[in-house]
């Protein structure tokens, strides 16, 4: 039997901006909810409800559920649906005129964002609670992540921030899912020896690992990253396993780059006349995608051919019997070296699903409901593996990632290494204030609490990656200036021994995440 | 920066952007040129990350659109100070044999460096299986980041930010130790061939259909390691 395990990861980092009457960042969260978080939900309910026992496992990220959980943010999404929807009304009747051949796939997008906007009314704006239904019918298996989704080996070196991530991490998804999640989501797969021991001593029961880390281990491992990596601790490791990921993850040759799929990049907000998308893109005229978008990807072309819905869905199907093949052809192969029920765990992006490979989340309907019909594929969870299985690899894994190169050099490089020194000092100055002041109620306690908000949003791994990648540079920049700015207010304030109330009540009204904060995490003799 | 994707996008599409980005003439400029004038206004590196469906946040492109100063004004932005008031010196694994250590002195040692024509050194300890190195590596005054080379092995490096004249060193600040990266296969190559069987089951984990294995050091080099065993 070939268990599988399908581990999807959704984390989008805290943005909220409330005093702007739009900000273009914020449409990372509603293209994401739109094209994946509600469809993958419809999609799960419907196989739930046909009665077919899949398991699947899903992490969301603390900043990710605090804005999911969002009254203005829920707000701001009922907006940006209703912009979509009404331009989805003139992209019907334009592609009757123009672009005929677009008529379809117009009326596929209004349709998918009108059916999109009840599903988000009828959760009571709220789709976390669709996926903890599923939880609770054990379904899905329900994760969390680092608090901000720090890429933690970085910061091995102050072990309270370390435990400031973990604890509050598990503490938002407990408050939001009402149970304690037995599995974490490593940041980027980030590990270092020691790390174990922290989620280990916080209740965890797993974590992912990079695909590289079992052959590049302390140890020798007996099954090379097809059972369960059990590490000092006593905390269980899932090693990724990248021949397979890699068929959906290559942007070479993966699935998702199939010419005759749509292509994400030709959007007509770039190329439709500004006085027709206006209303829809960014205020004054900056052109963004709108989401409708009517090519294929081709190739390397300005002539893109125009998407054929039916034609893409025919090769997904088919891309589905090729990933099953595969599966089963590995298990073949590793059971003739003497390896048998061999576990294969897929961990991918979320938001690669839908938002940004159209097709994905056909693709994984139809991976779950074909594999539900083979006899040699189950789909398992990790925790389900632990209960089940008594066959594991006892491994000392040395620090990982699935960065590029497989280390830290995605997070620390010529971009982005100059956020280690302010970052790191933060730290520090978080720790003397507890020490400083320990025990602190009231207002001082709001204080220094909202200075722990602020370094922990500082860590975020995303603003070091945006640099990296250089995409948004200029705001990851402003938004970890934003926060060790903040952060540096507490602490100049506090070394005076004042609270500046205004400023205060202004931070935590702009910043409403981890109500729970607890700033004495990040004393030192509380570790 | 998504500049690779750059030579997918149609005619129309090119001008808008070149347009926003202050590109004179665009509008009677042809494809080729509108993606030459693109790609040099951006200095496109021959080793720039592929477009990529994988890369995250492509919908707020916000500096590839010319919208970097949109976020200008956000309450609470200020500028970071360029140094902190305390001498000291951190040191962070980046991958298998290279570690970061930046390092801060206070404006009272800079200045009595300074004054007393003294020089400044990183002195790097490294201990790994059982053996102790150390070794000097000079800096200037003004810097305050370098890269370090370190093994493979069972132990662990630290660096300490140093000051000298003649053979005379003082010791401003140490930072903690970093673990080296320690692979079972870099030292019981005498192994591989006996286990070879394993061997294929921990690369059928990290290959791709192309045959292409996962981009690590360490793998490289047990890899390598193999292929000597095999010639033998």
Known sequence: MNKVNLILHAHLPYVRHLEYPKFLEENWLFESLNETYIPLLRMLEKLDMEGLGYHFSICFSPTLVTMLTDGPLQERFIDYMNGRIELGEKEVERTLREETECHDMAVRYLEDARTNLEMFERCGRNILIGYRNLADRNRVELLTTAATHAYLPIYKSHPTA??????????????????????????????????????????VLWCQLASHSVISARDKSLYGGYKPVRLPSGLFGFPRDWSLTSLIWSSVSGYPCDSDNRDFYRDIGYYLPLEYVGPYIHEPEVRVFTGYKYHAVTGKTEDKRYYDYRKAMSKTALHVENYIYSIKRKGLALETCGIKDPIFNLCFDAELFGHRWYEGIKFLDLFLRRGMECKDIAFTTPT??????????????????????????????????????????????????????????????????????????????????????RTSVAYAEKRLRNHLGSFNVVYSSMCQNTVNTEWLINAERSSQIFPDMDYTLFDPDKL | MILVNIESLSLSELRNIAEQEGISDSDVMDRDELVEALQEKYEEEDDAPDSDTNTRYLSGITDFRGMGNYVEGLPGVVDLPDDYADTEIHLVLRNCLWAYCFWTFSQKDADEIADTGRSVYLSVTIMADGKTEHFEVPAALGDNEWNLSIPYGNGWAEVSLVSGKGDERRVHAVSKRIQLIDPYWLRHEDEMKASDLLYRVYLSLLKTKEGAVVENQVVEDIVELFRKEDIR
Request: charged share 25%; net charge negative; hydrophobic share 35%.
């Open chain 1, 384 to 469: 389900m593996s632990i209960l089940d299985g008594n066959e594991y690899d006892n491994l000392y894994v040395n620090e990982c990632s699935w960065g590029l190169g497989g280390y830290s050099d995605t997070w620390l490089d010529a971009s982005n290494s100059w956020i280690y020194r302010h970052i790191g000092k933060a730290l520090d100055r978080m720790e003397e204030l507890t020490h400083r002041f320990p025990d602190q109620g009231s207002l001082k306690g709001r204080f220094l609490n909202q200075a722990s908000r602020e370094v922990l949003l500082a860590m975020a791994s995303d603003w070091p990656c945006i640099m990296h990648d």
């Open chain 1, 162 to 203: 370390i435990k400031a991530q973990v604890v509050t991490g598990l503490k938002t998804h407990e408050r939001v899912f009402g149970q304690a999640a037995k599995g974490f989501w490593l940041p980027e797969c980030g590990y270092y020896p020691g790390l174990d021991k922290v989620l280990y001593d916080n209740g």
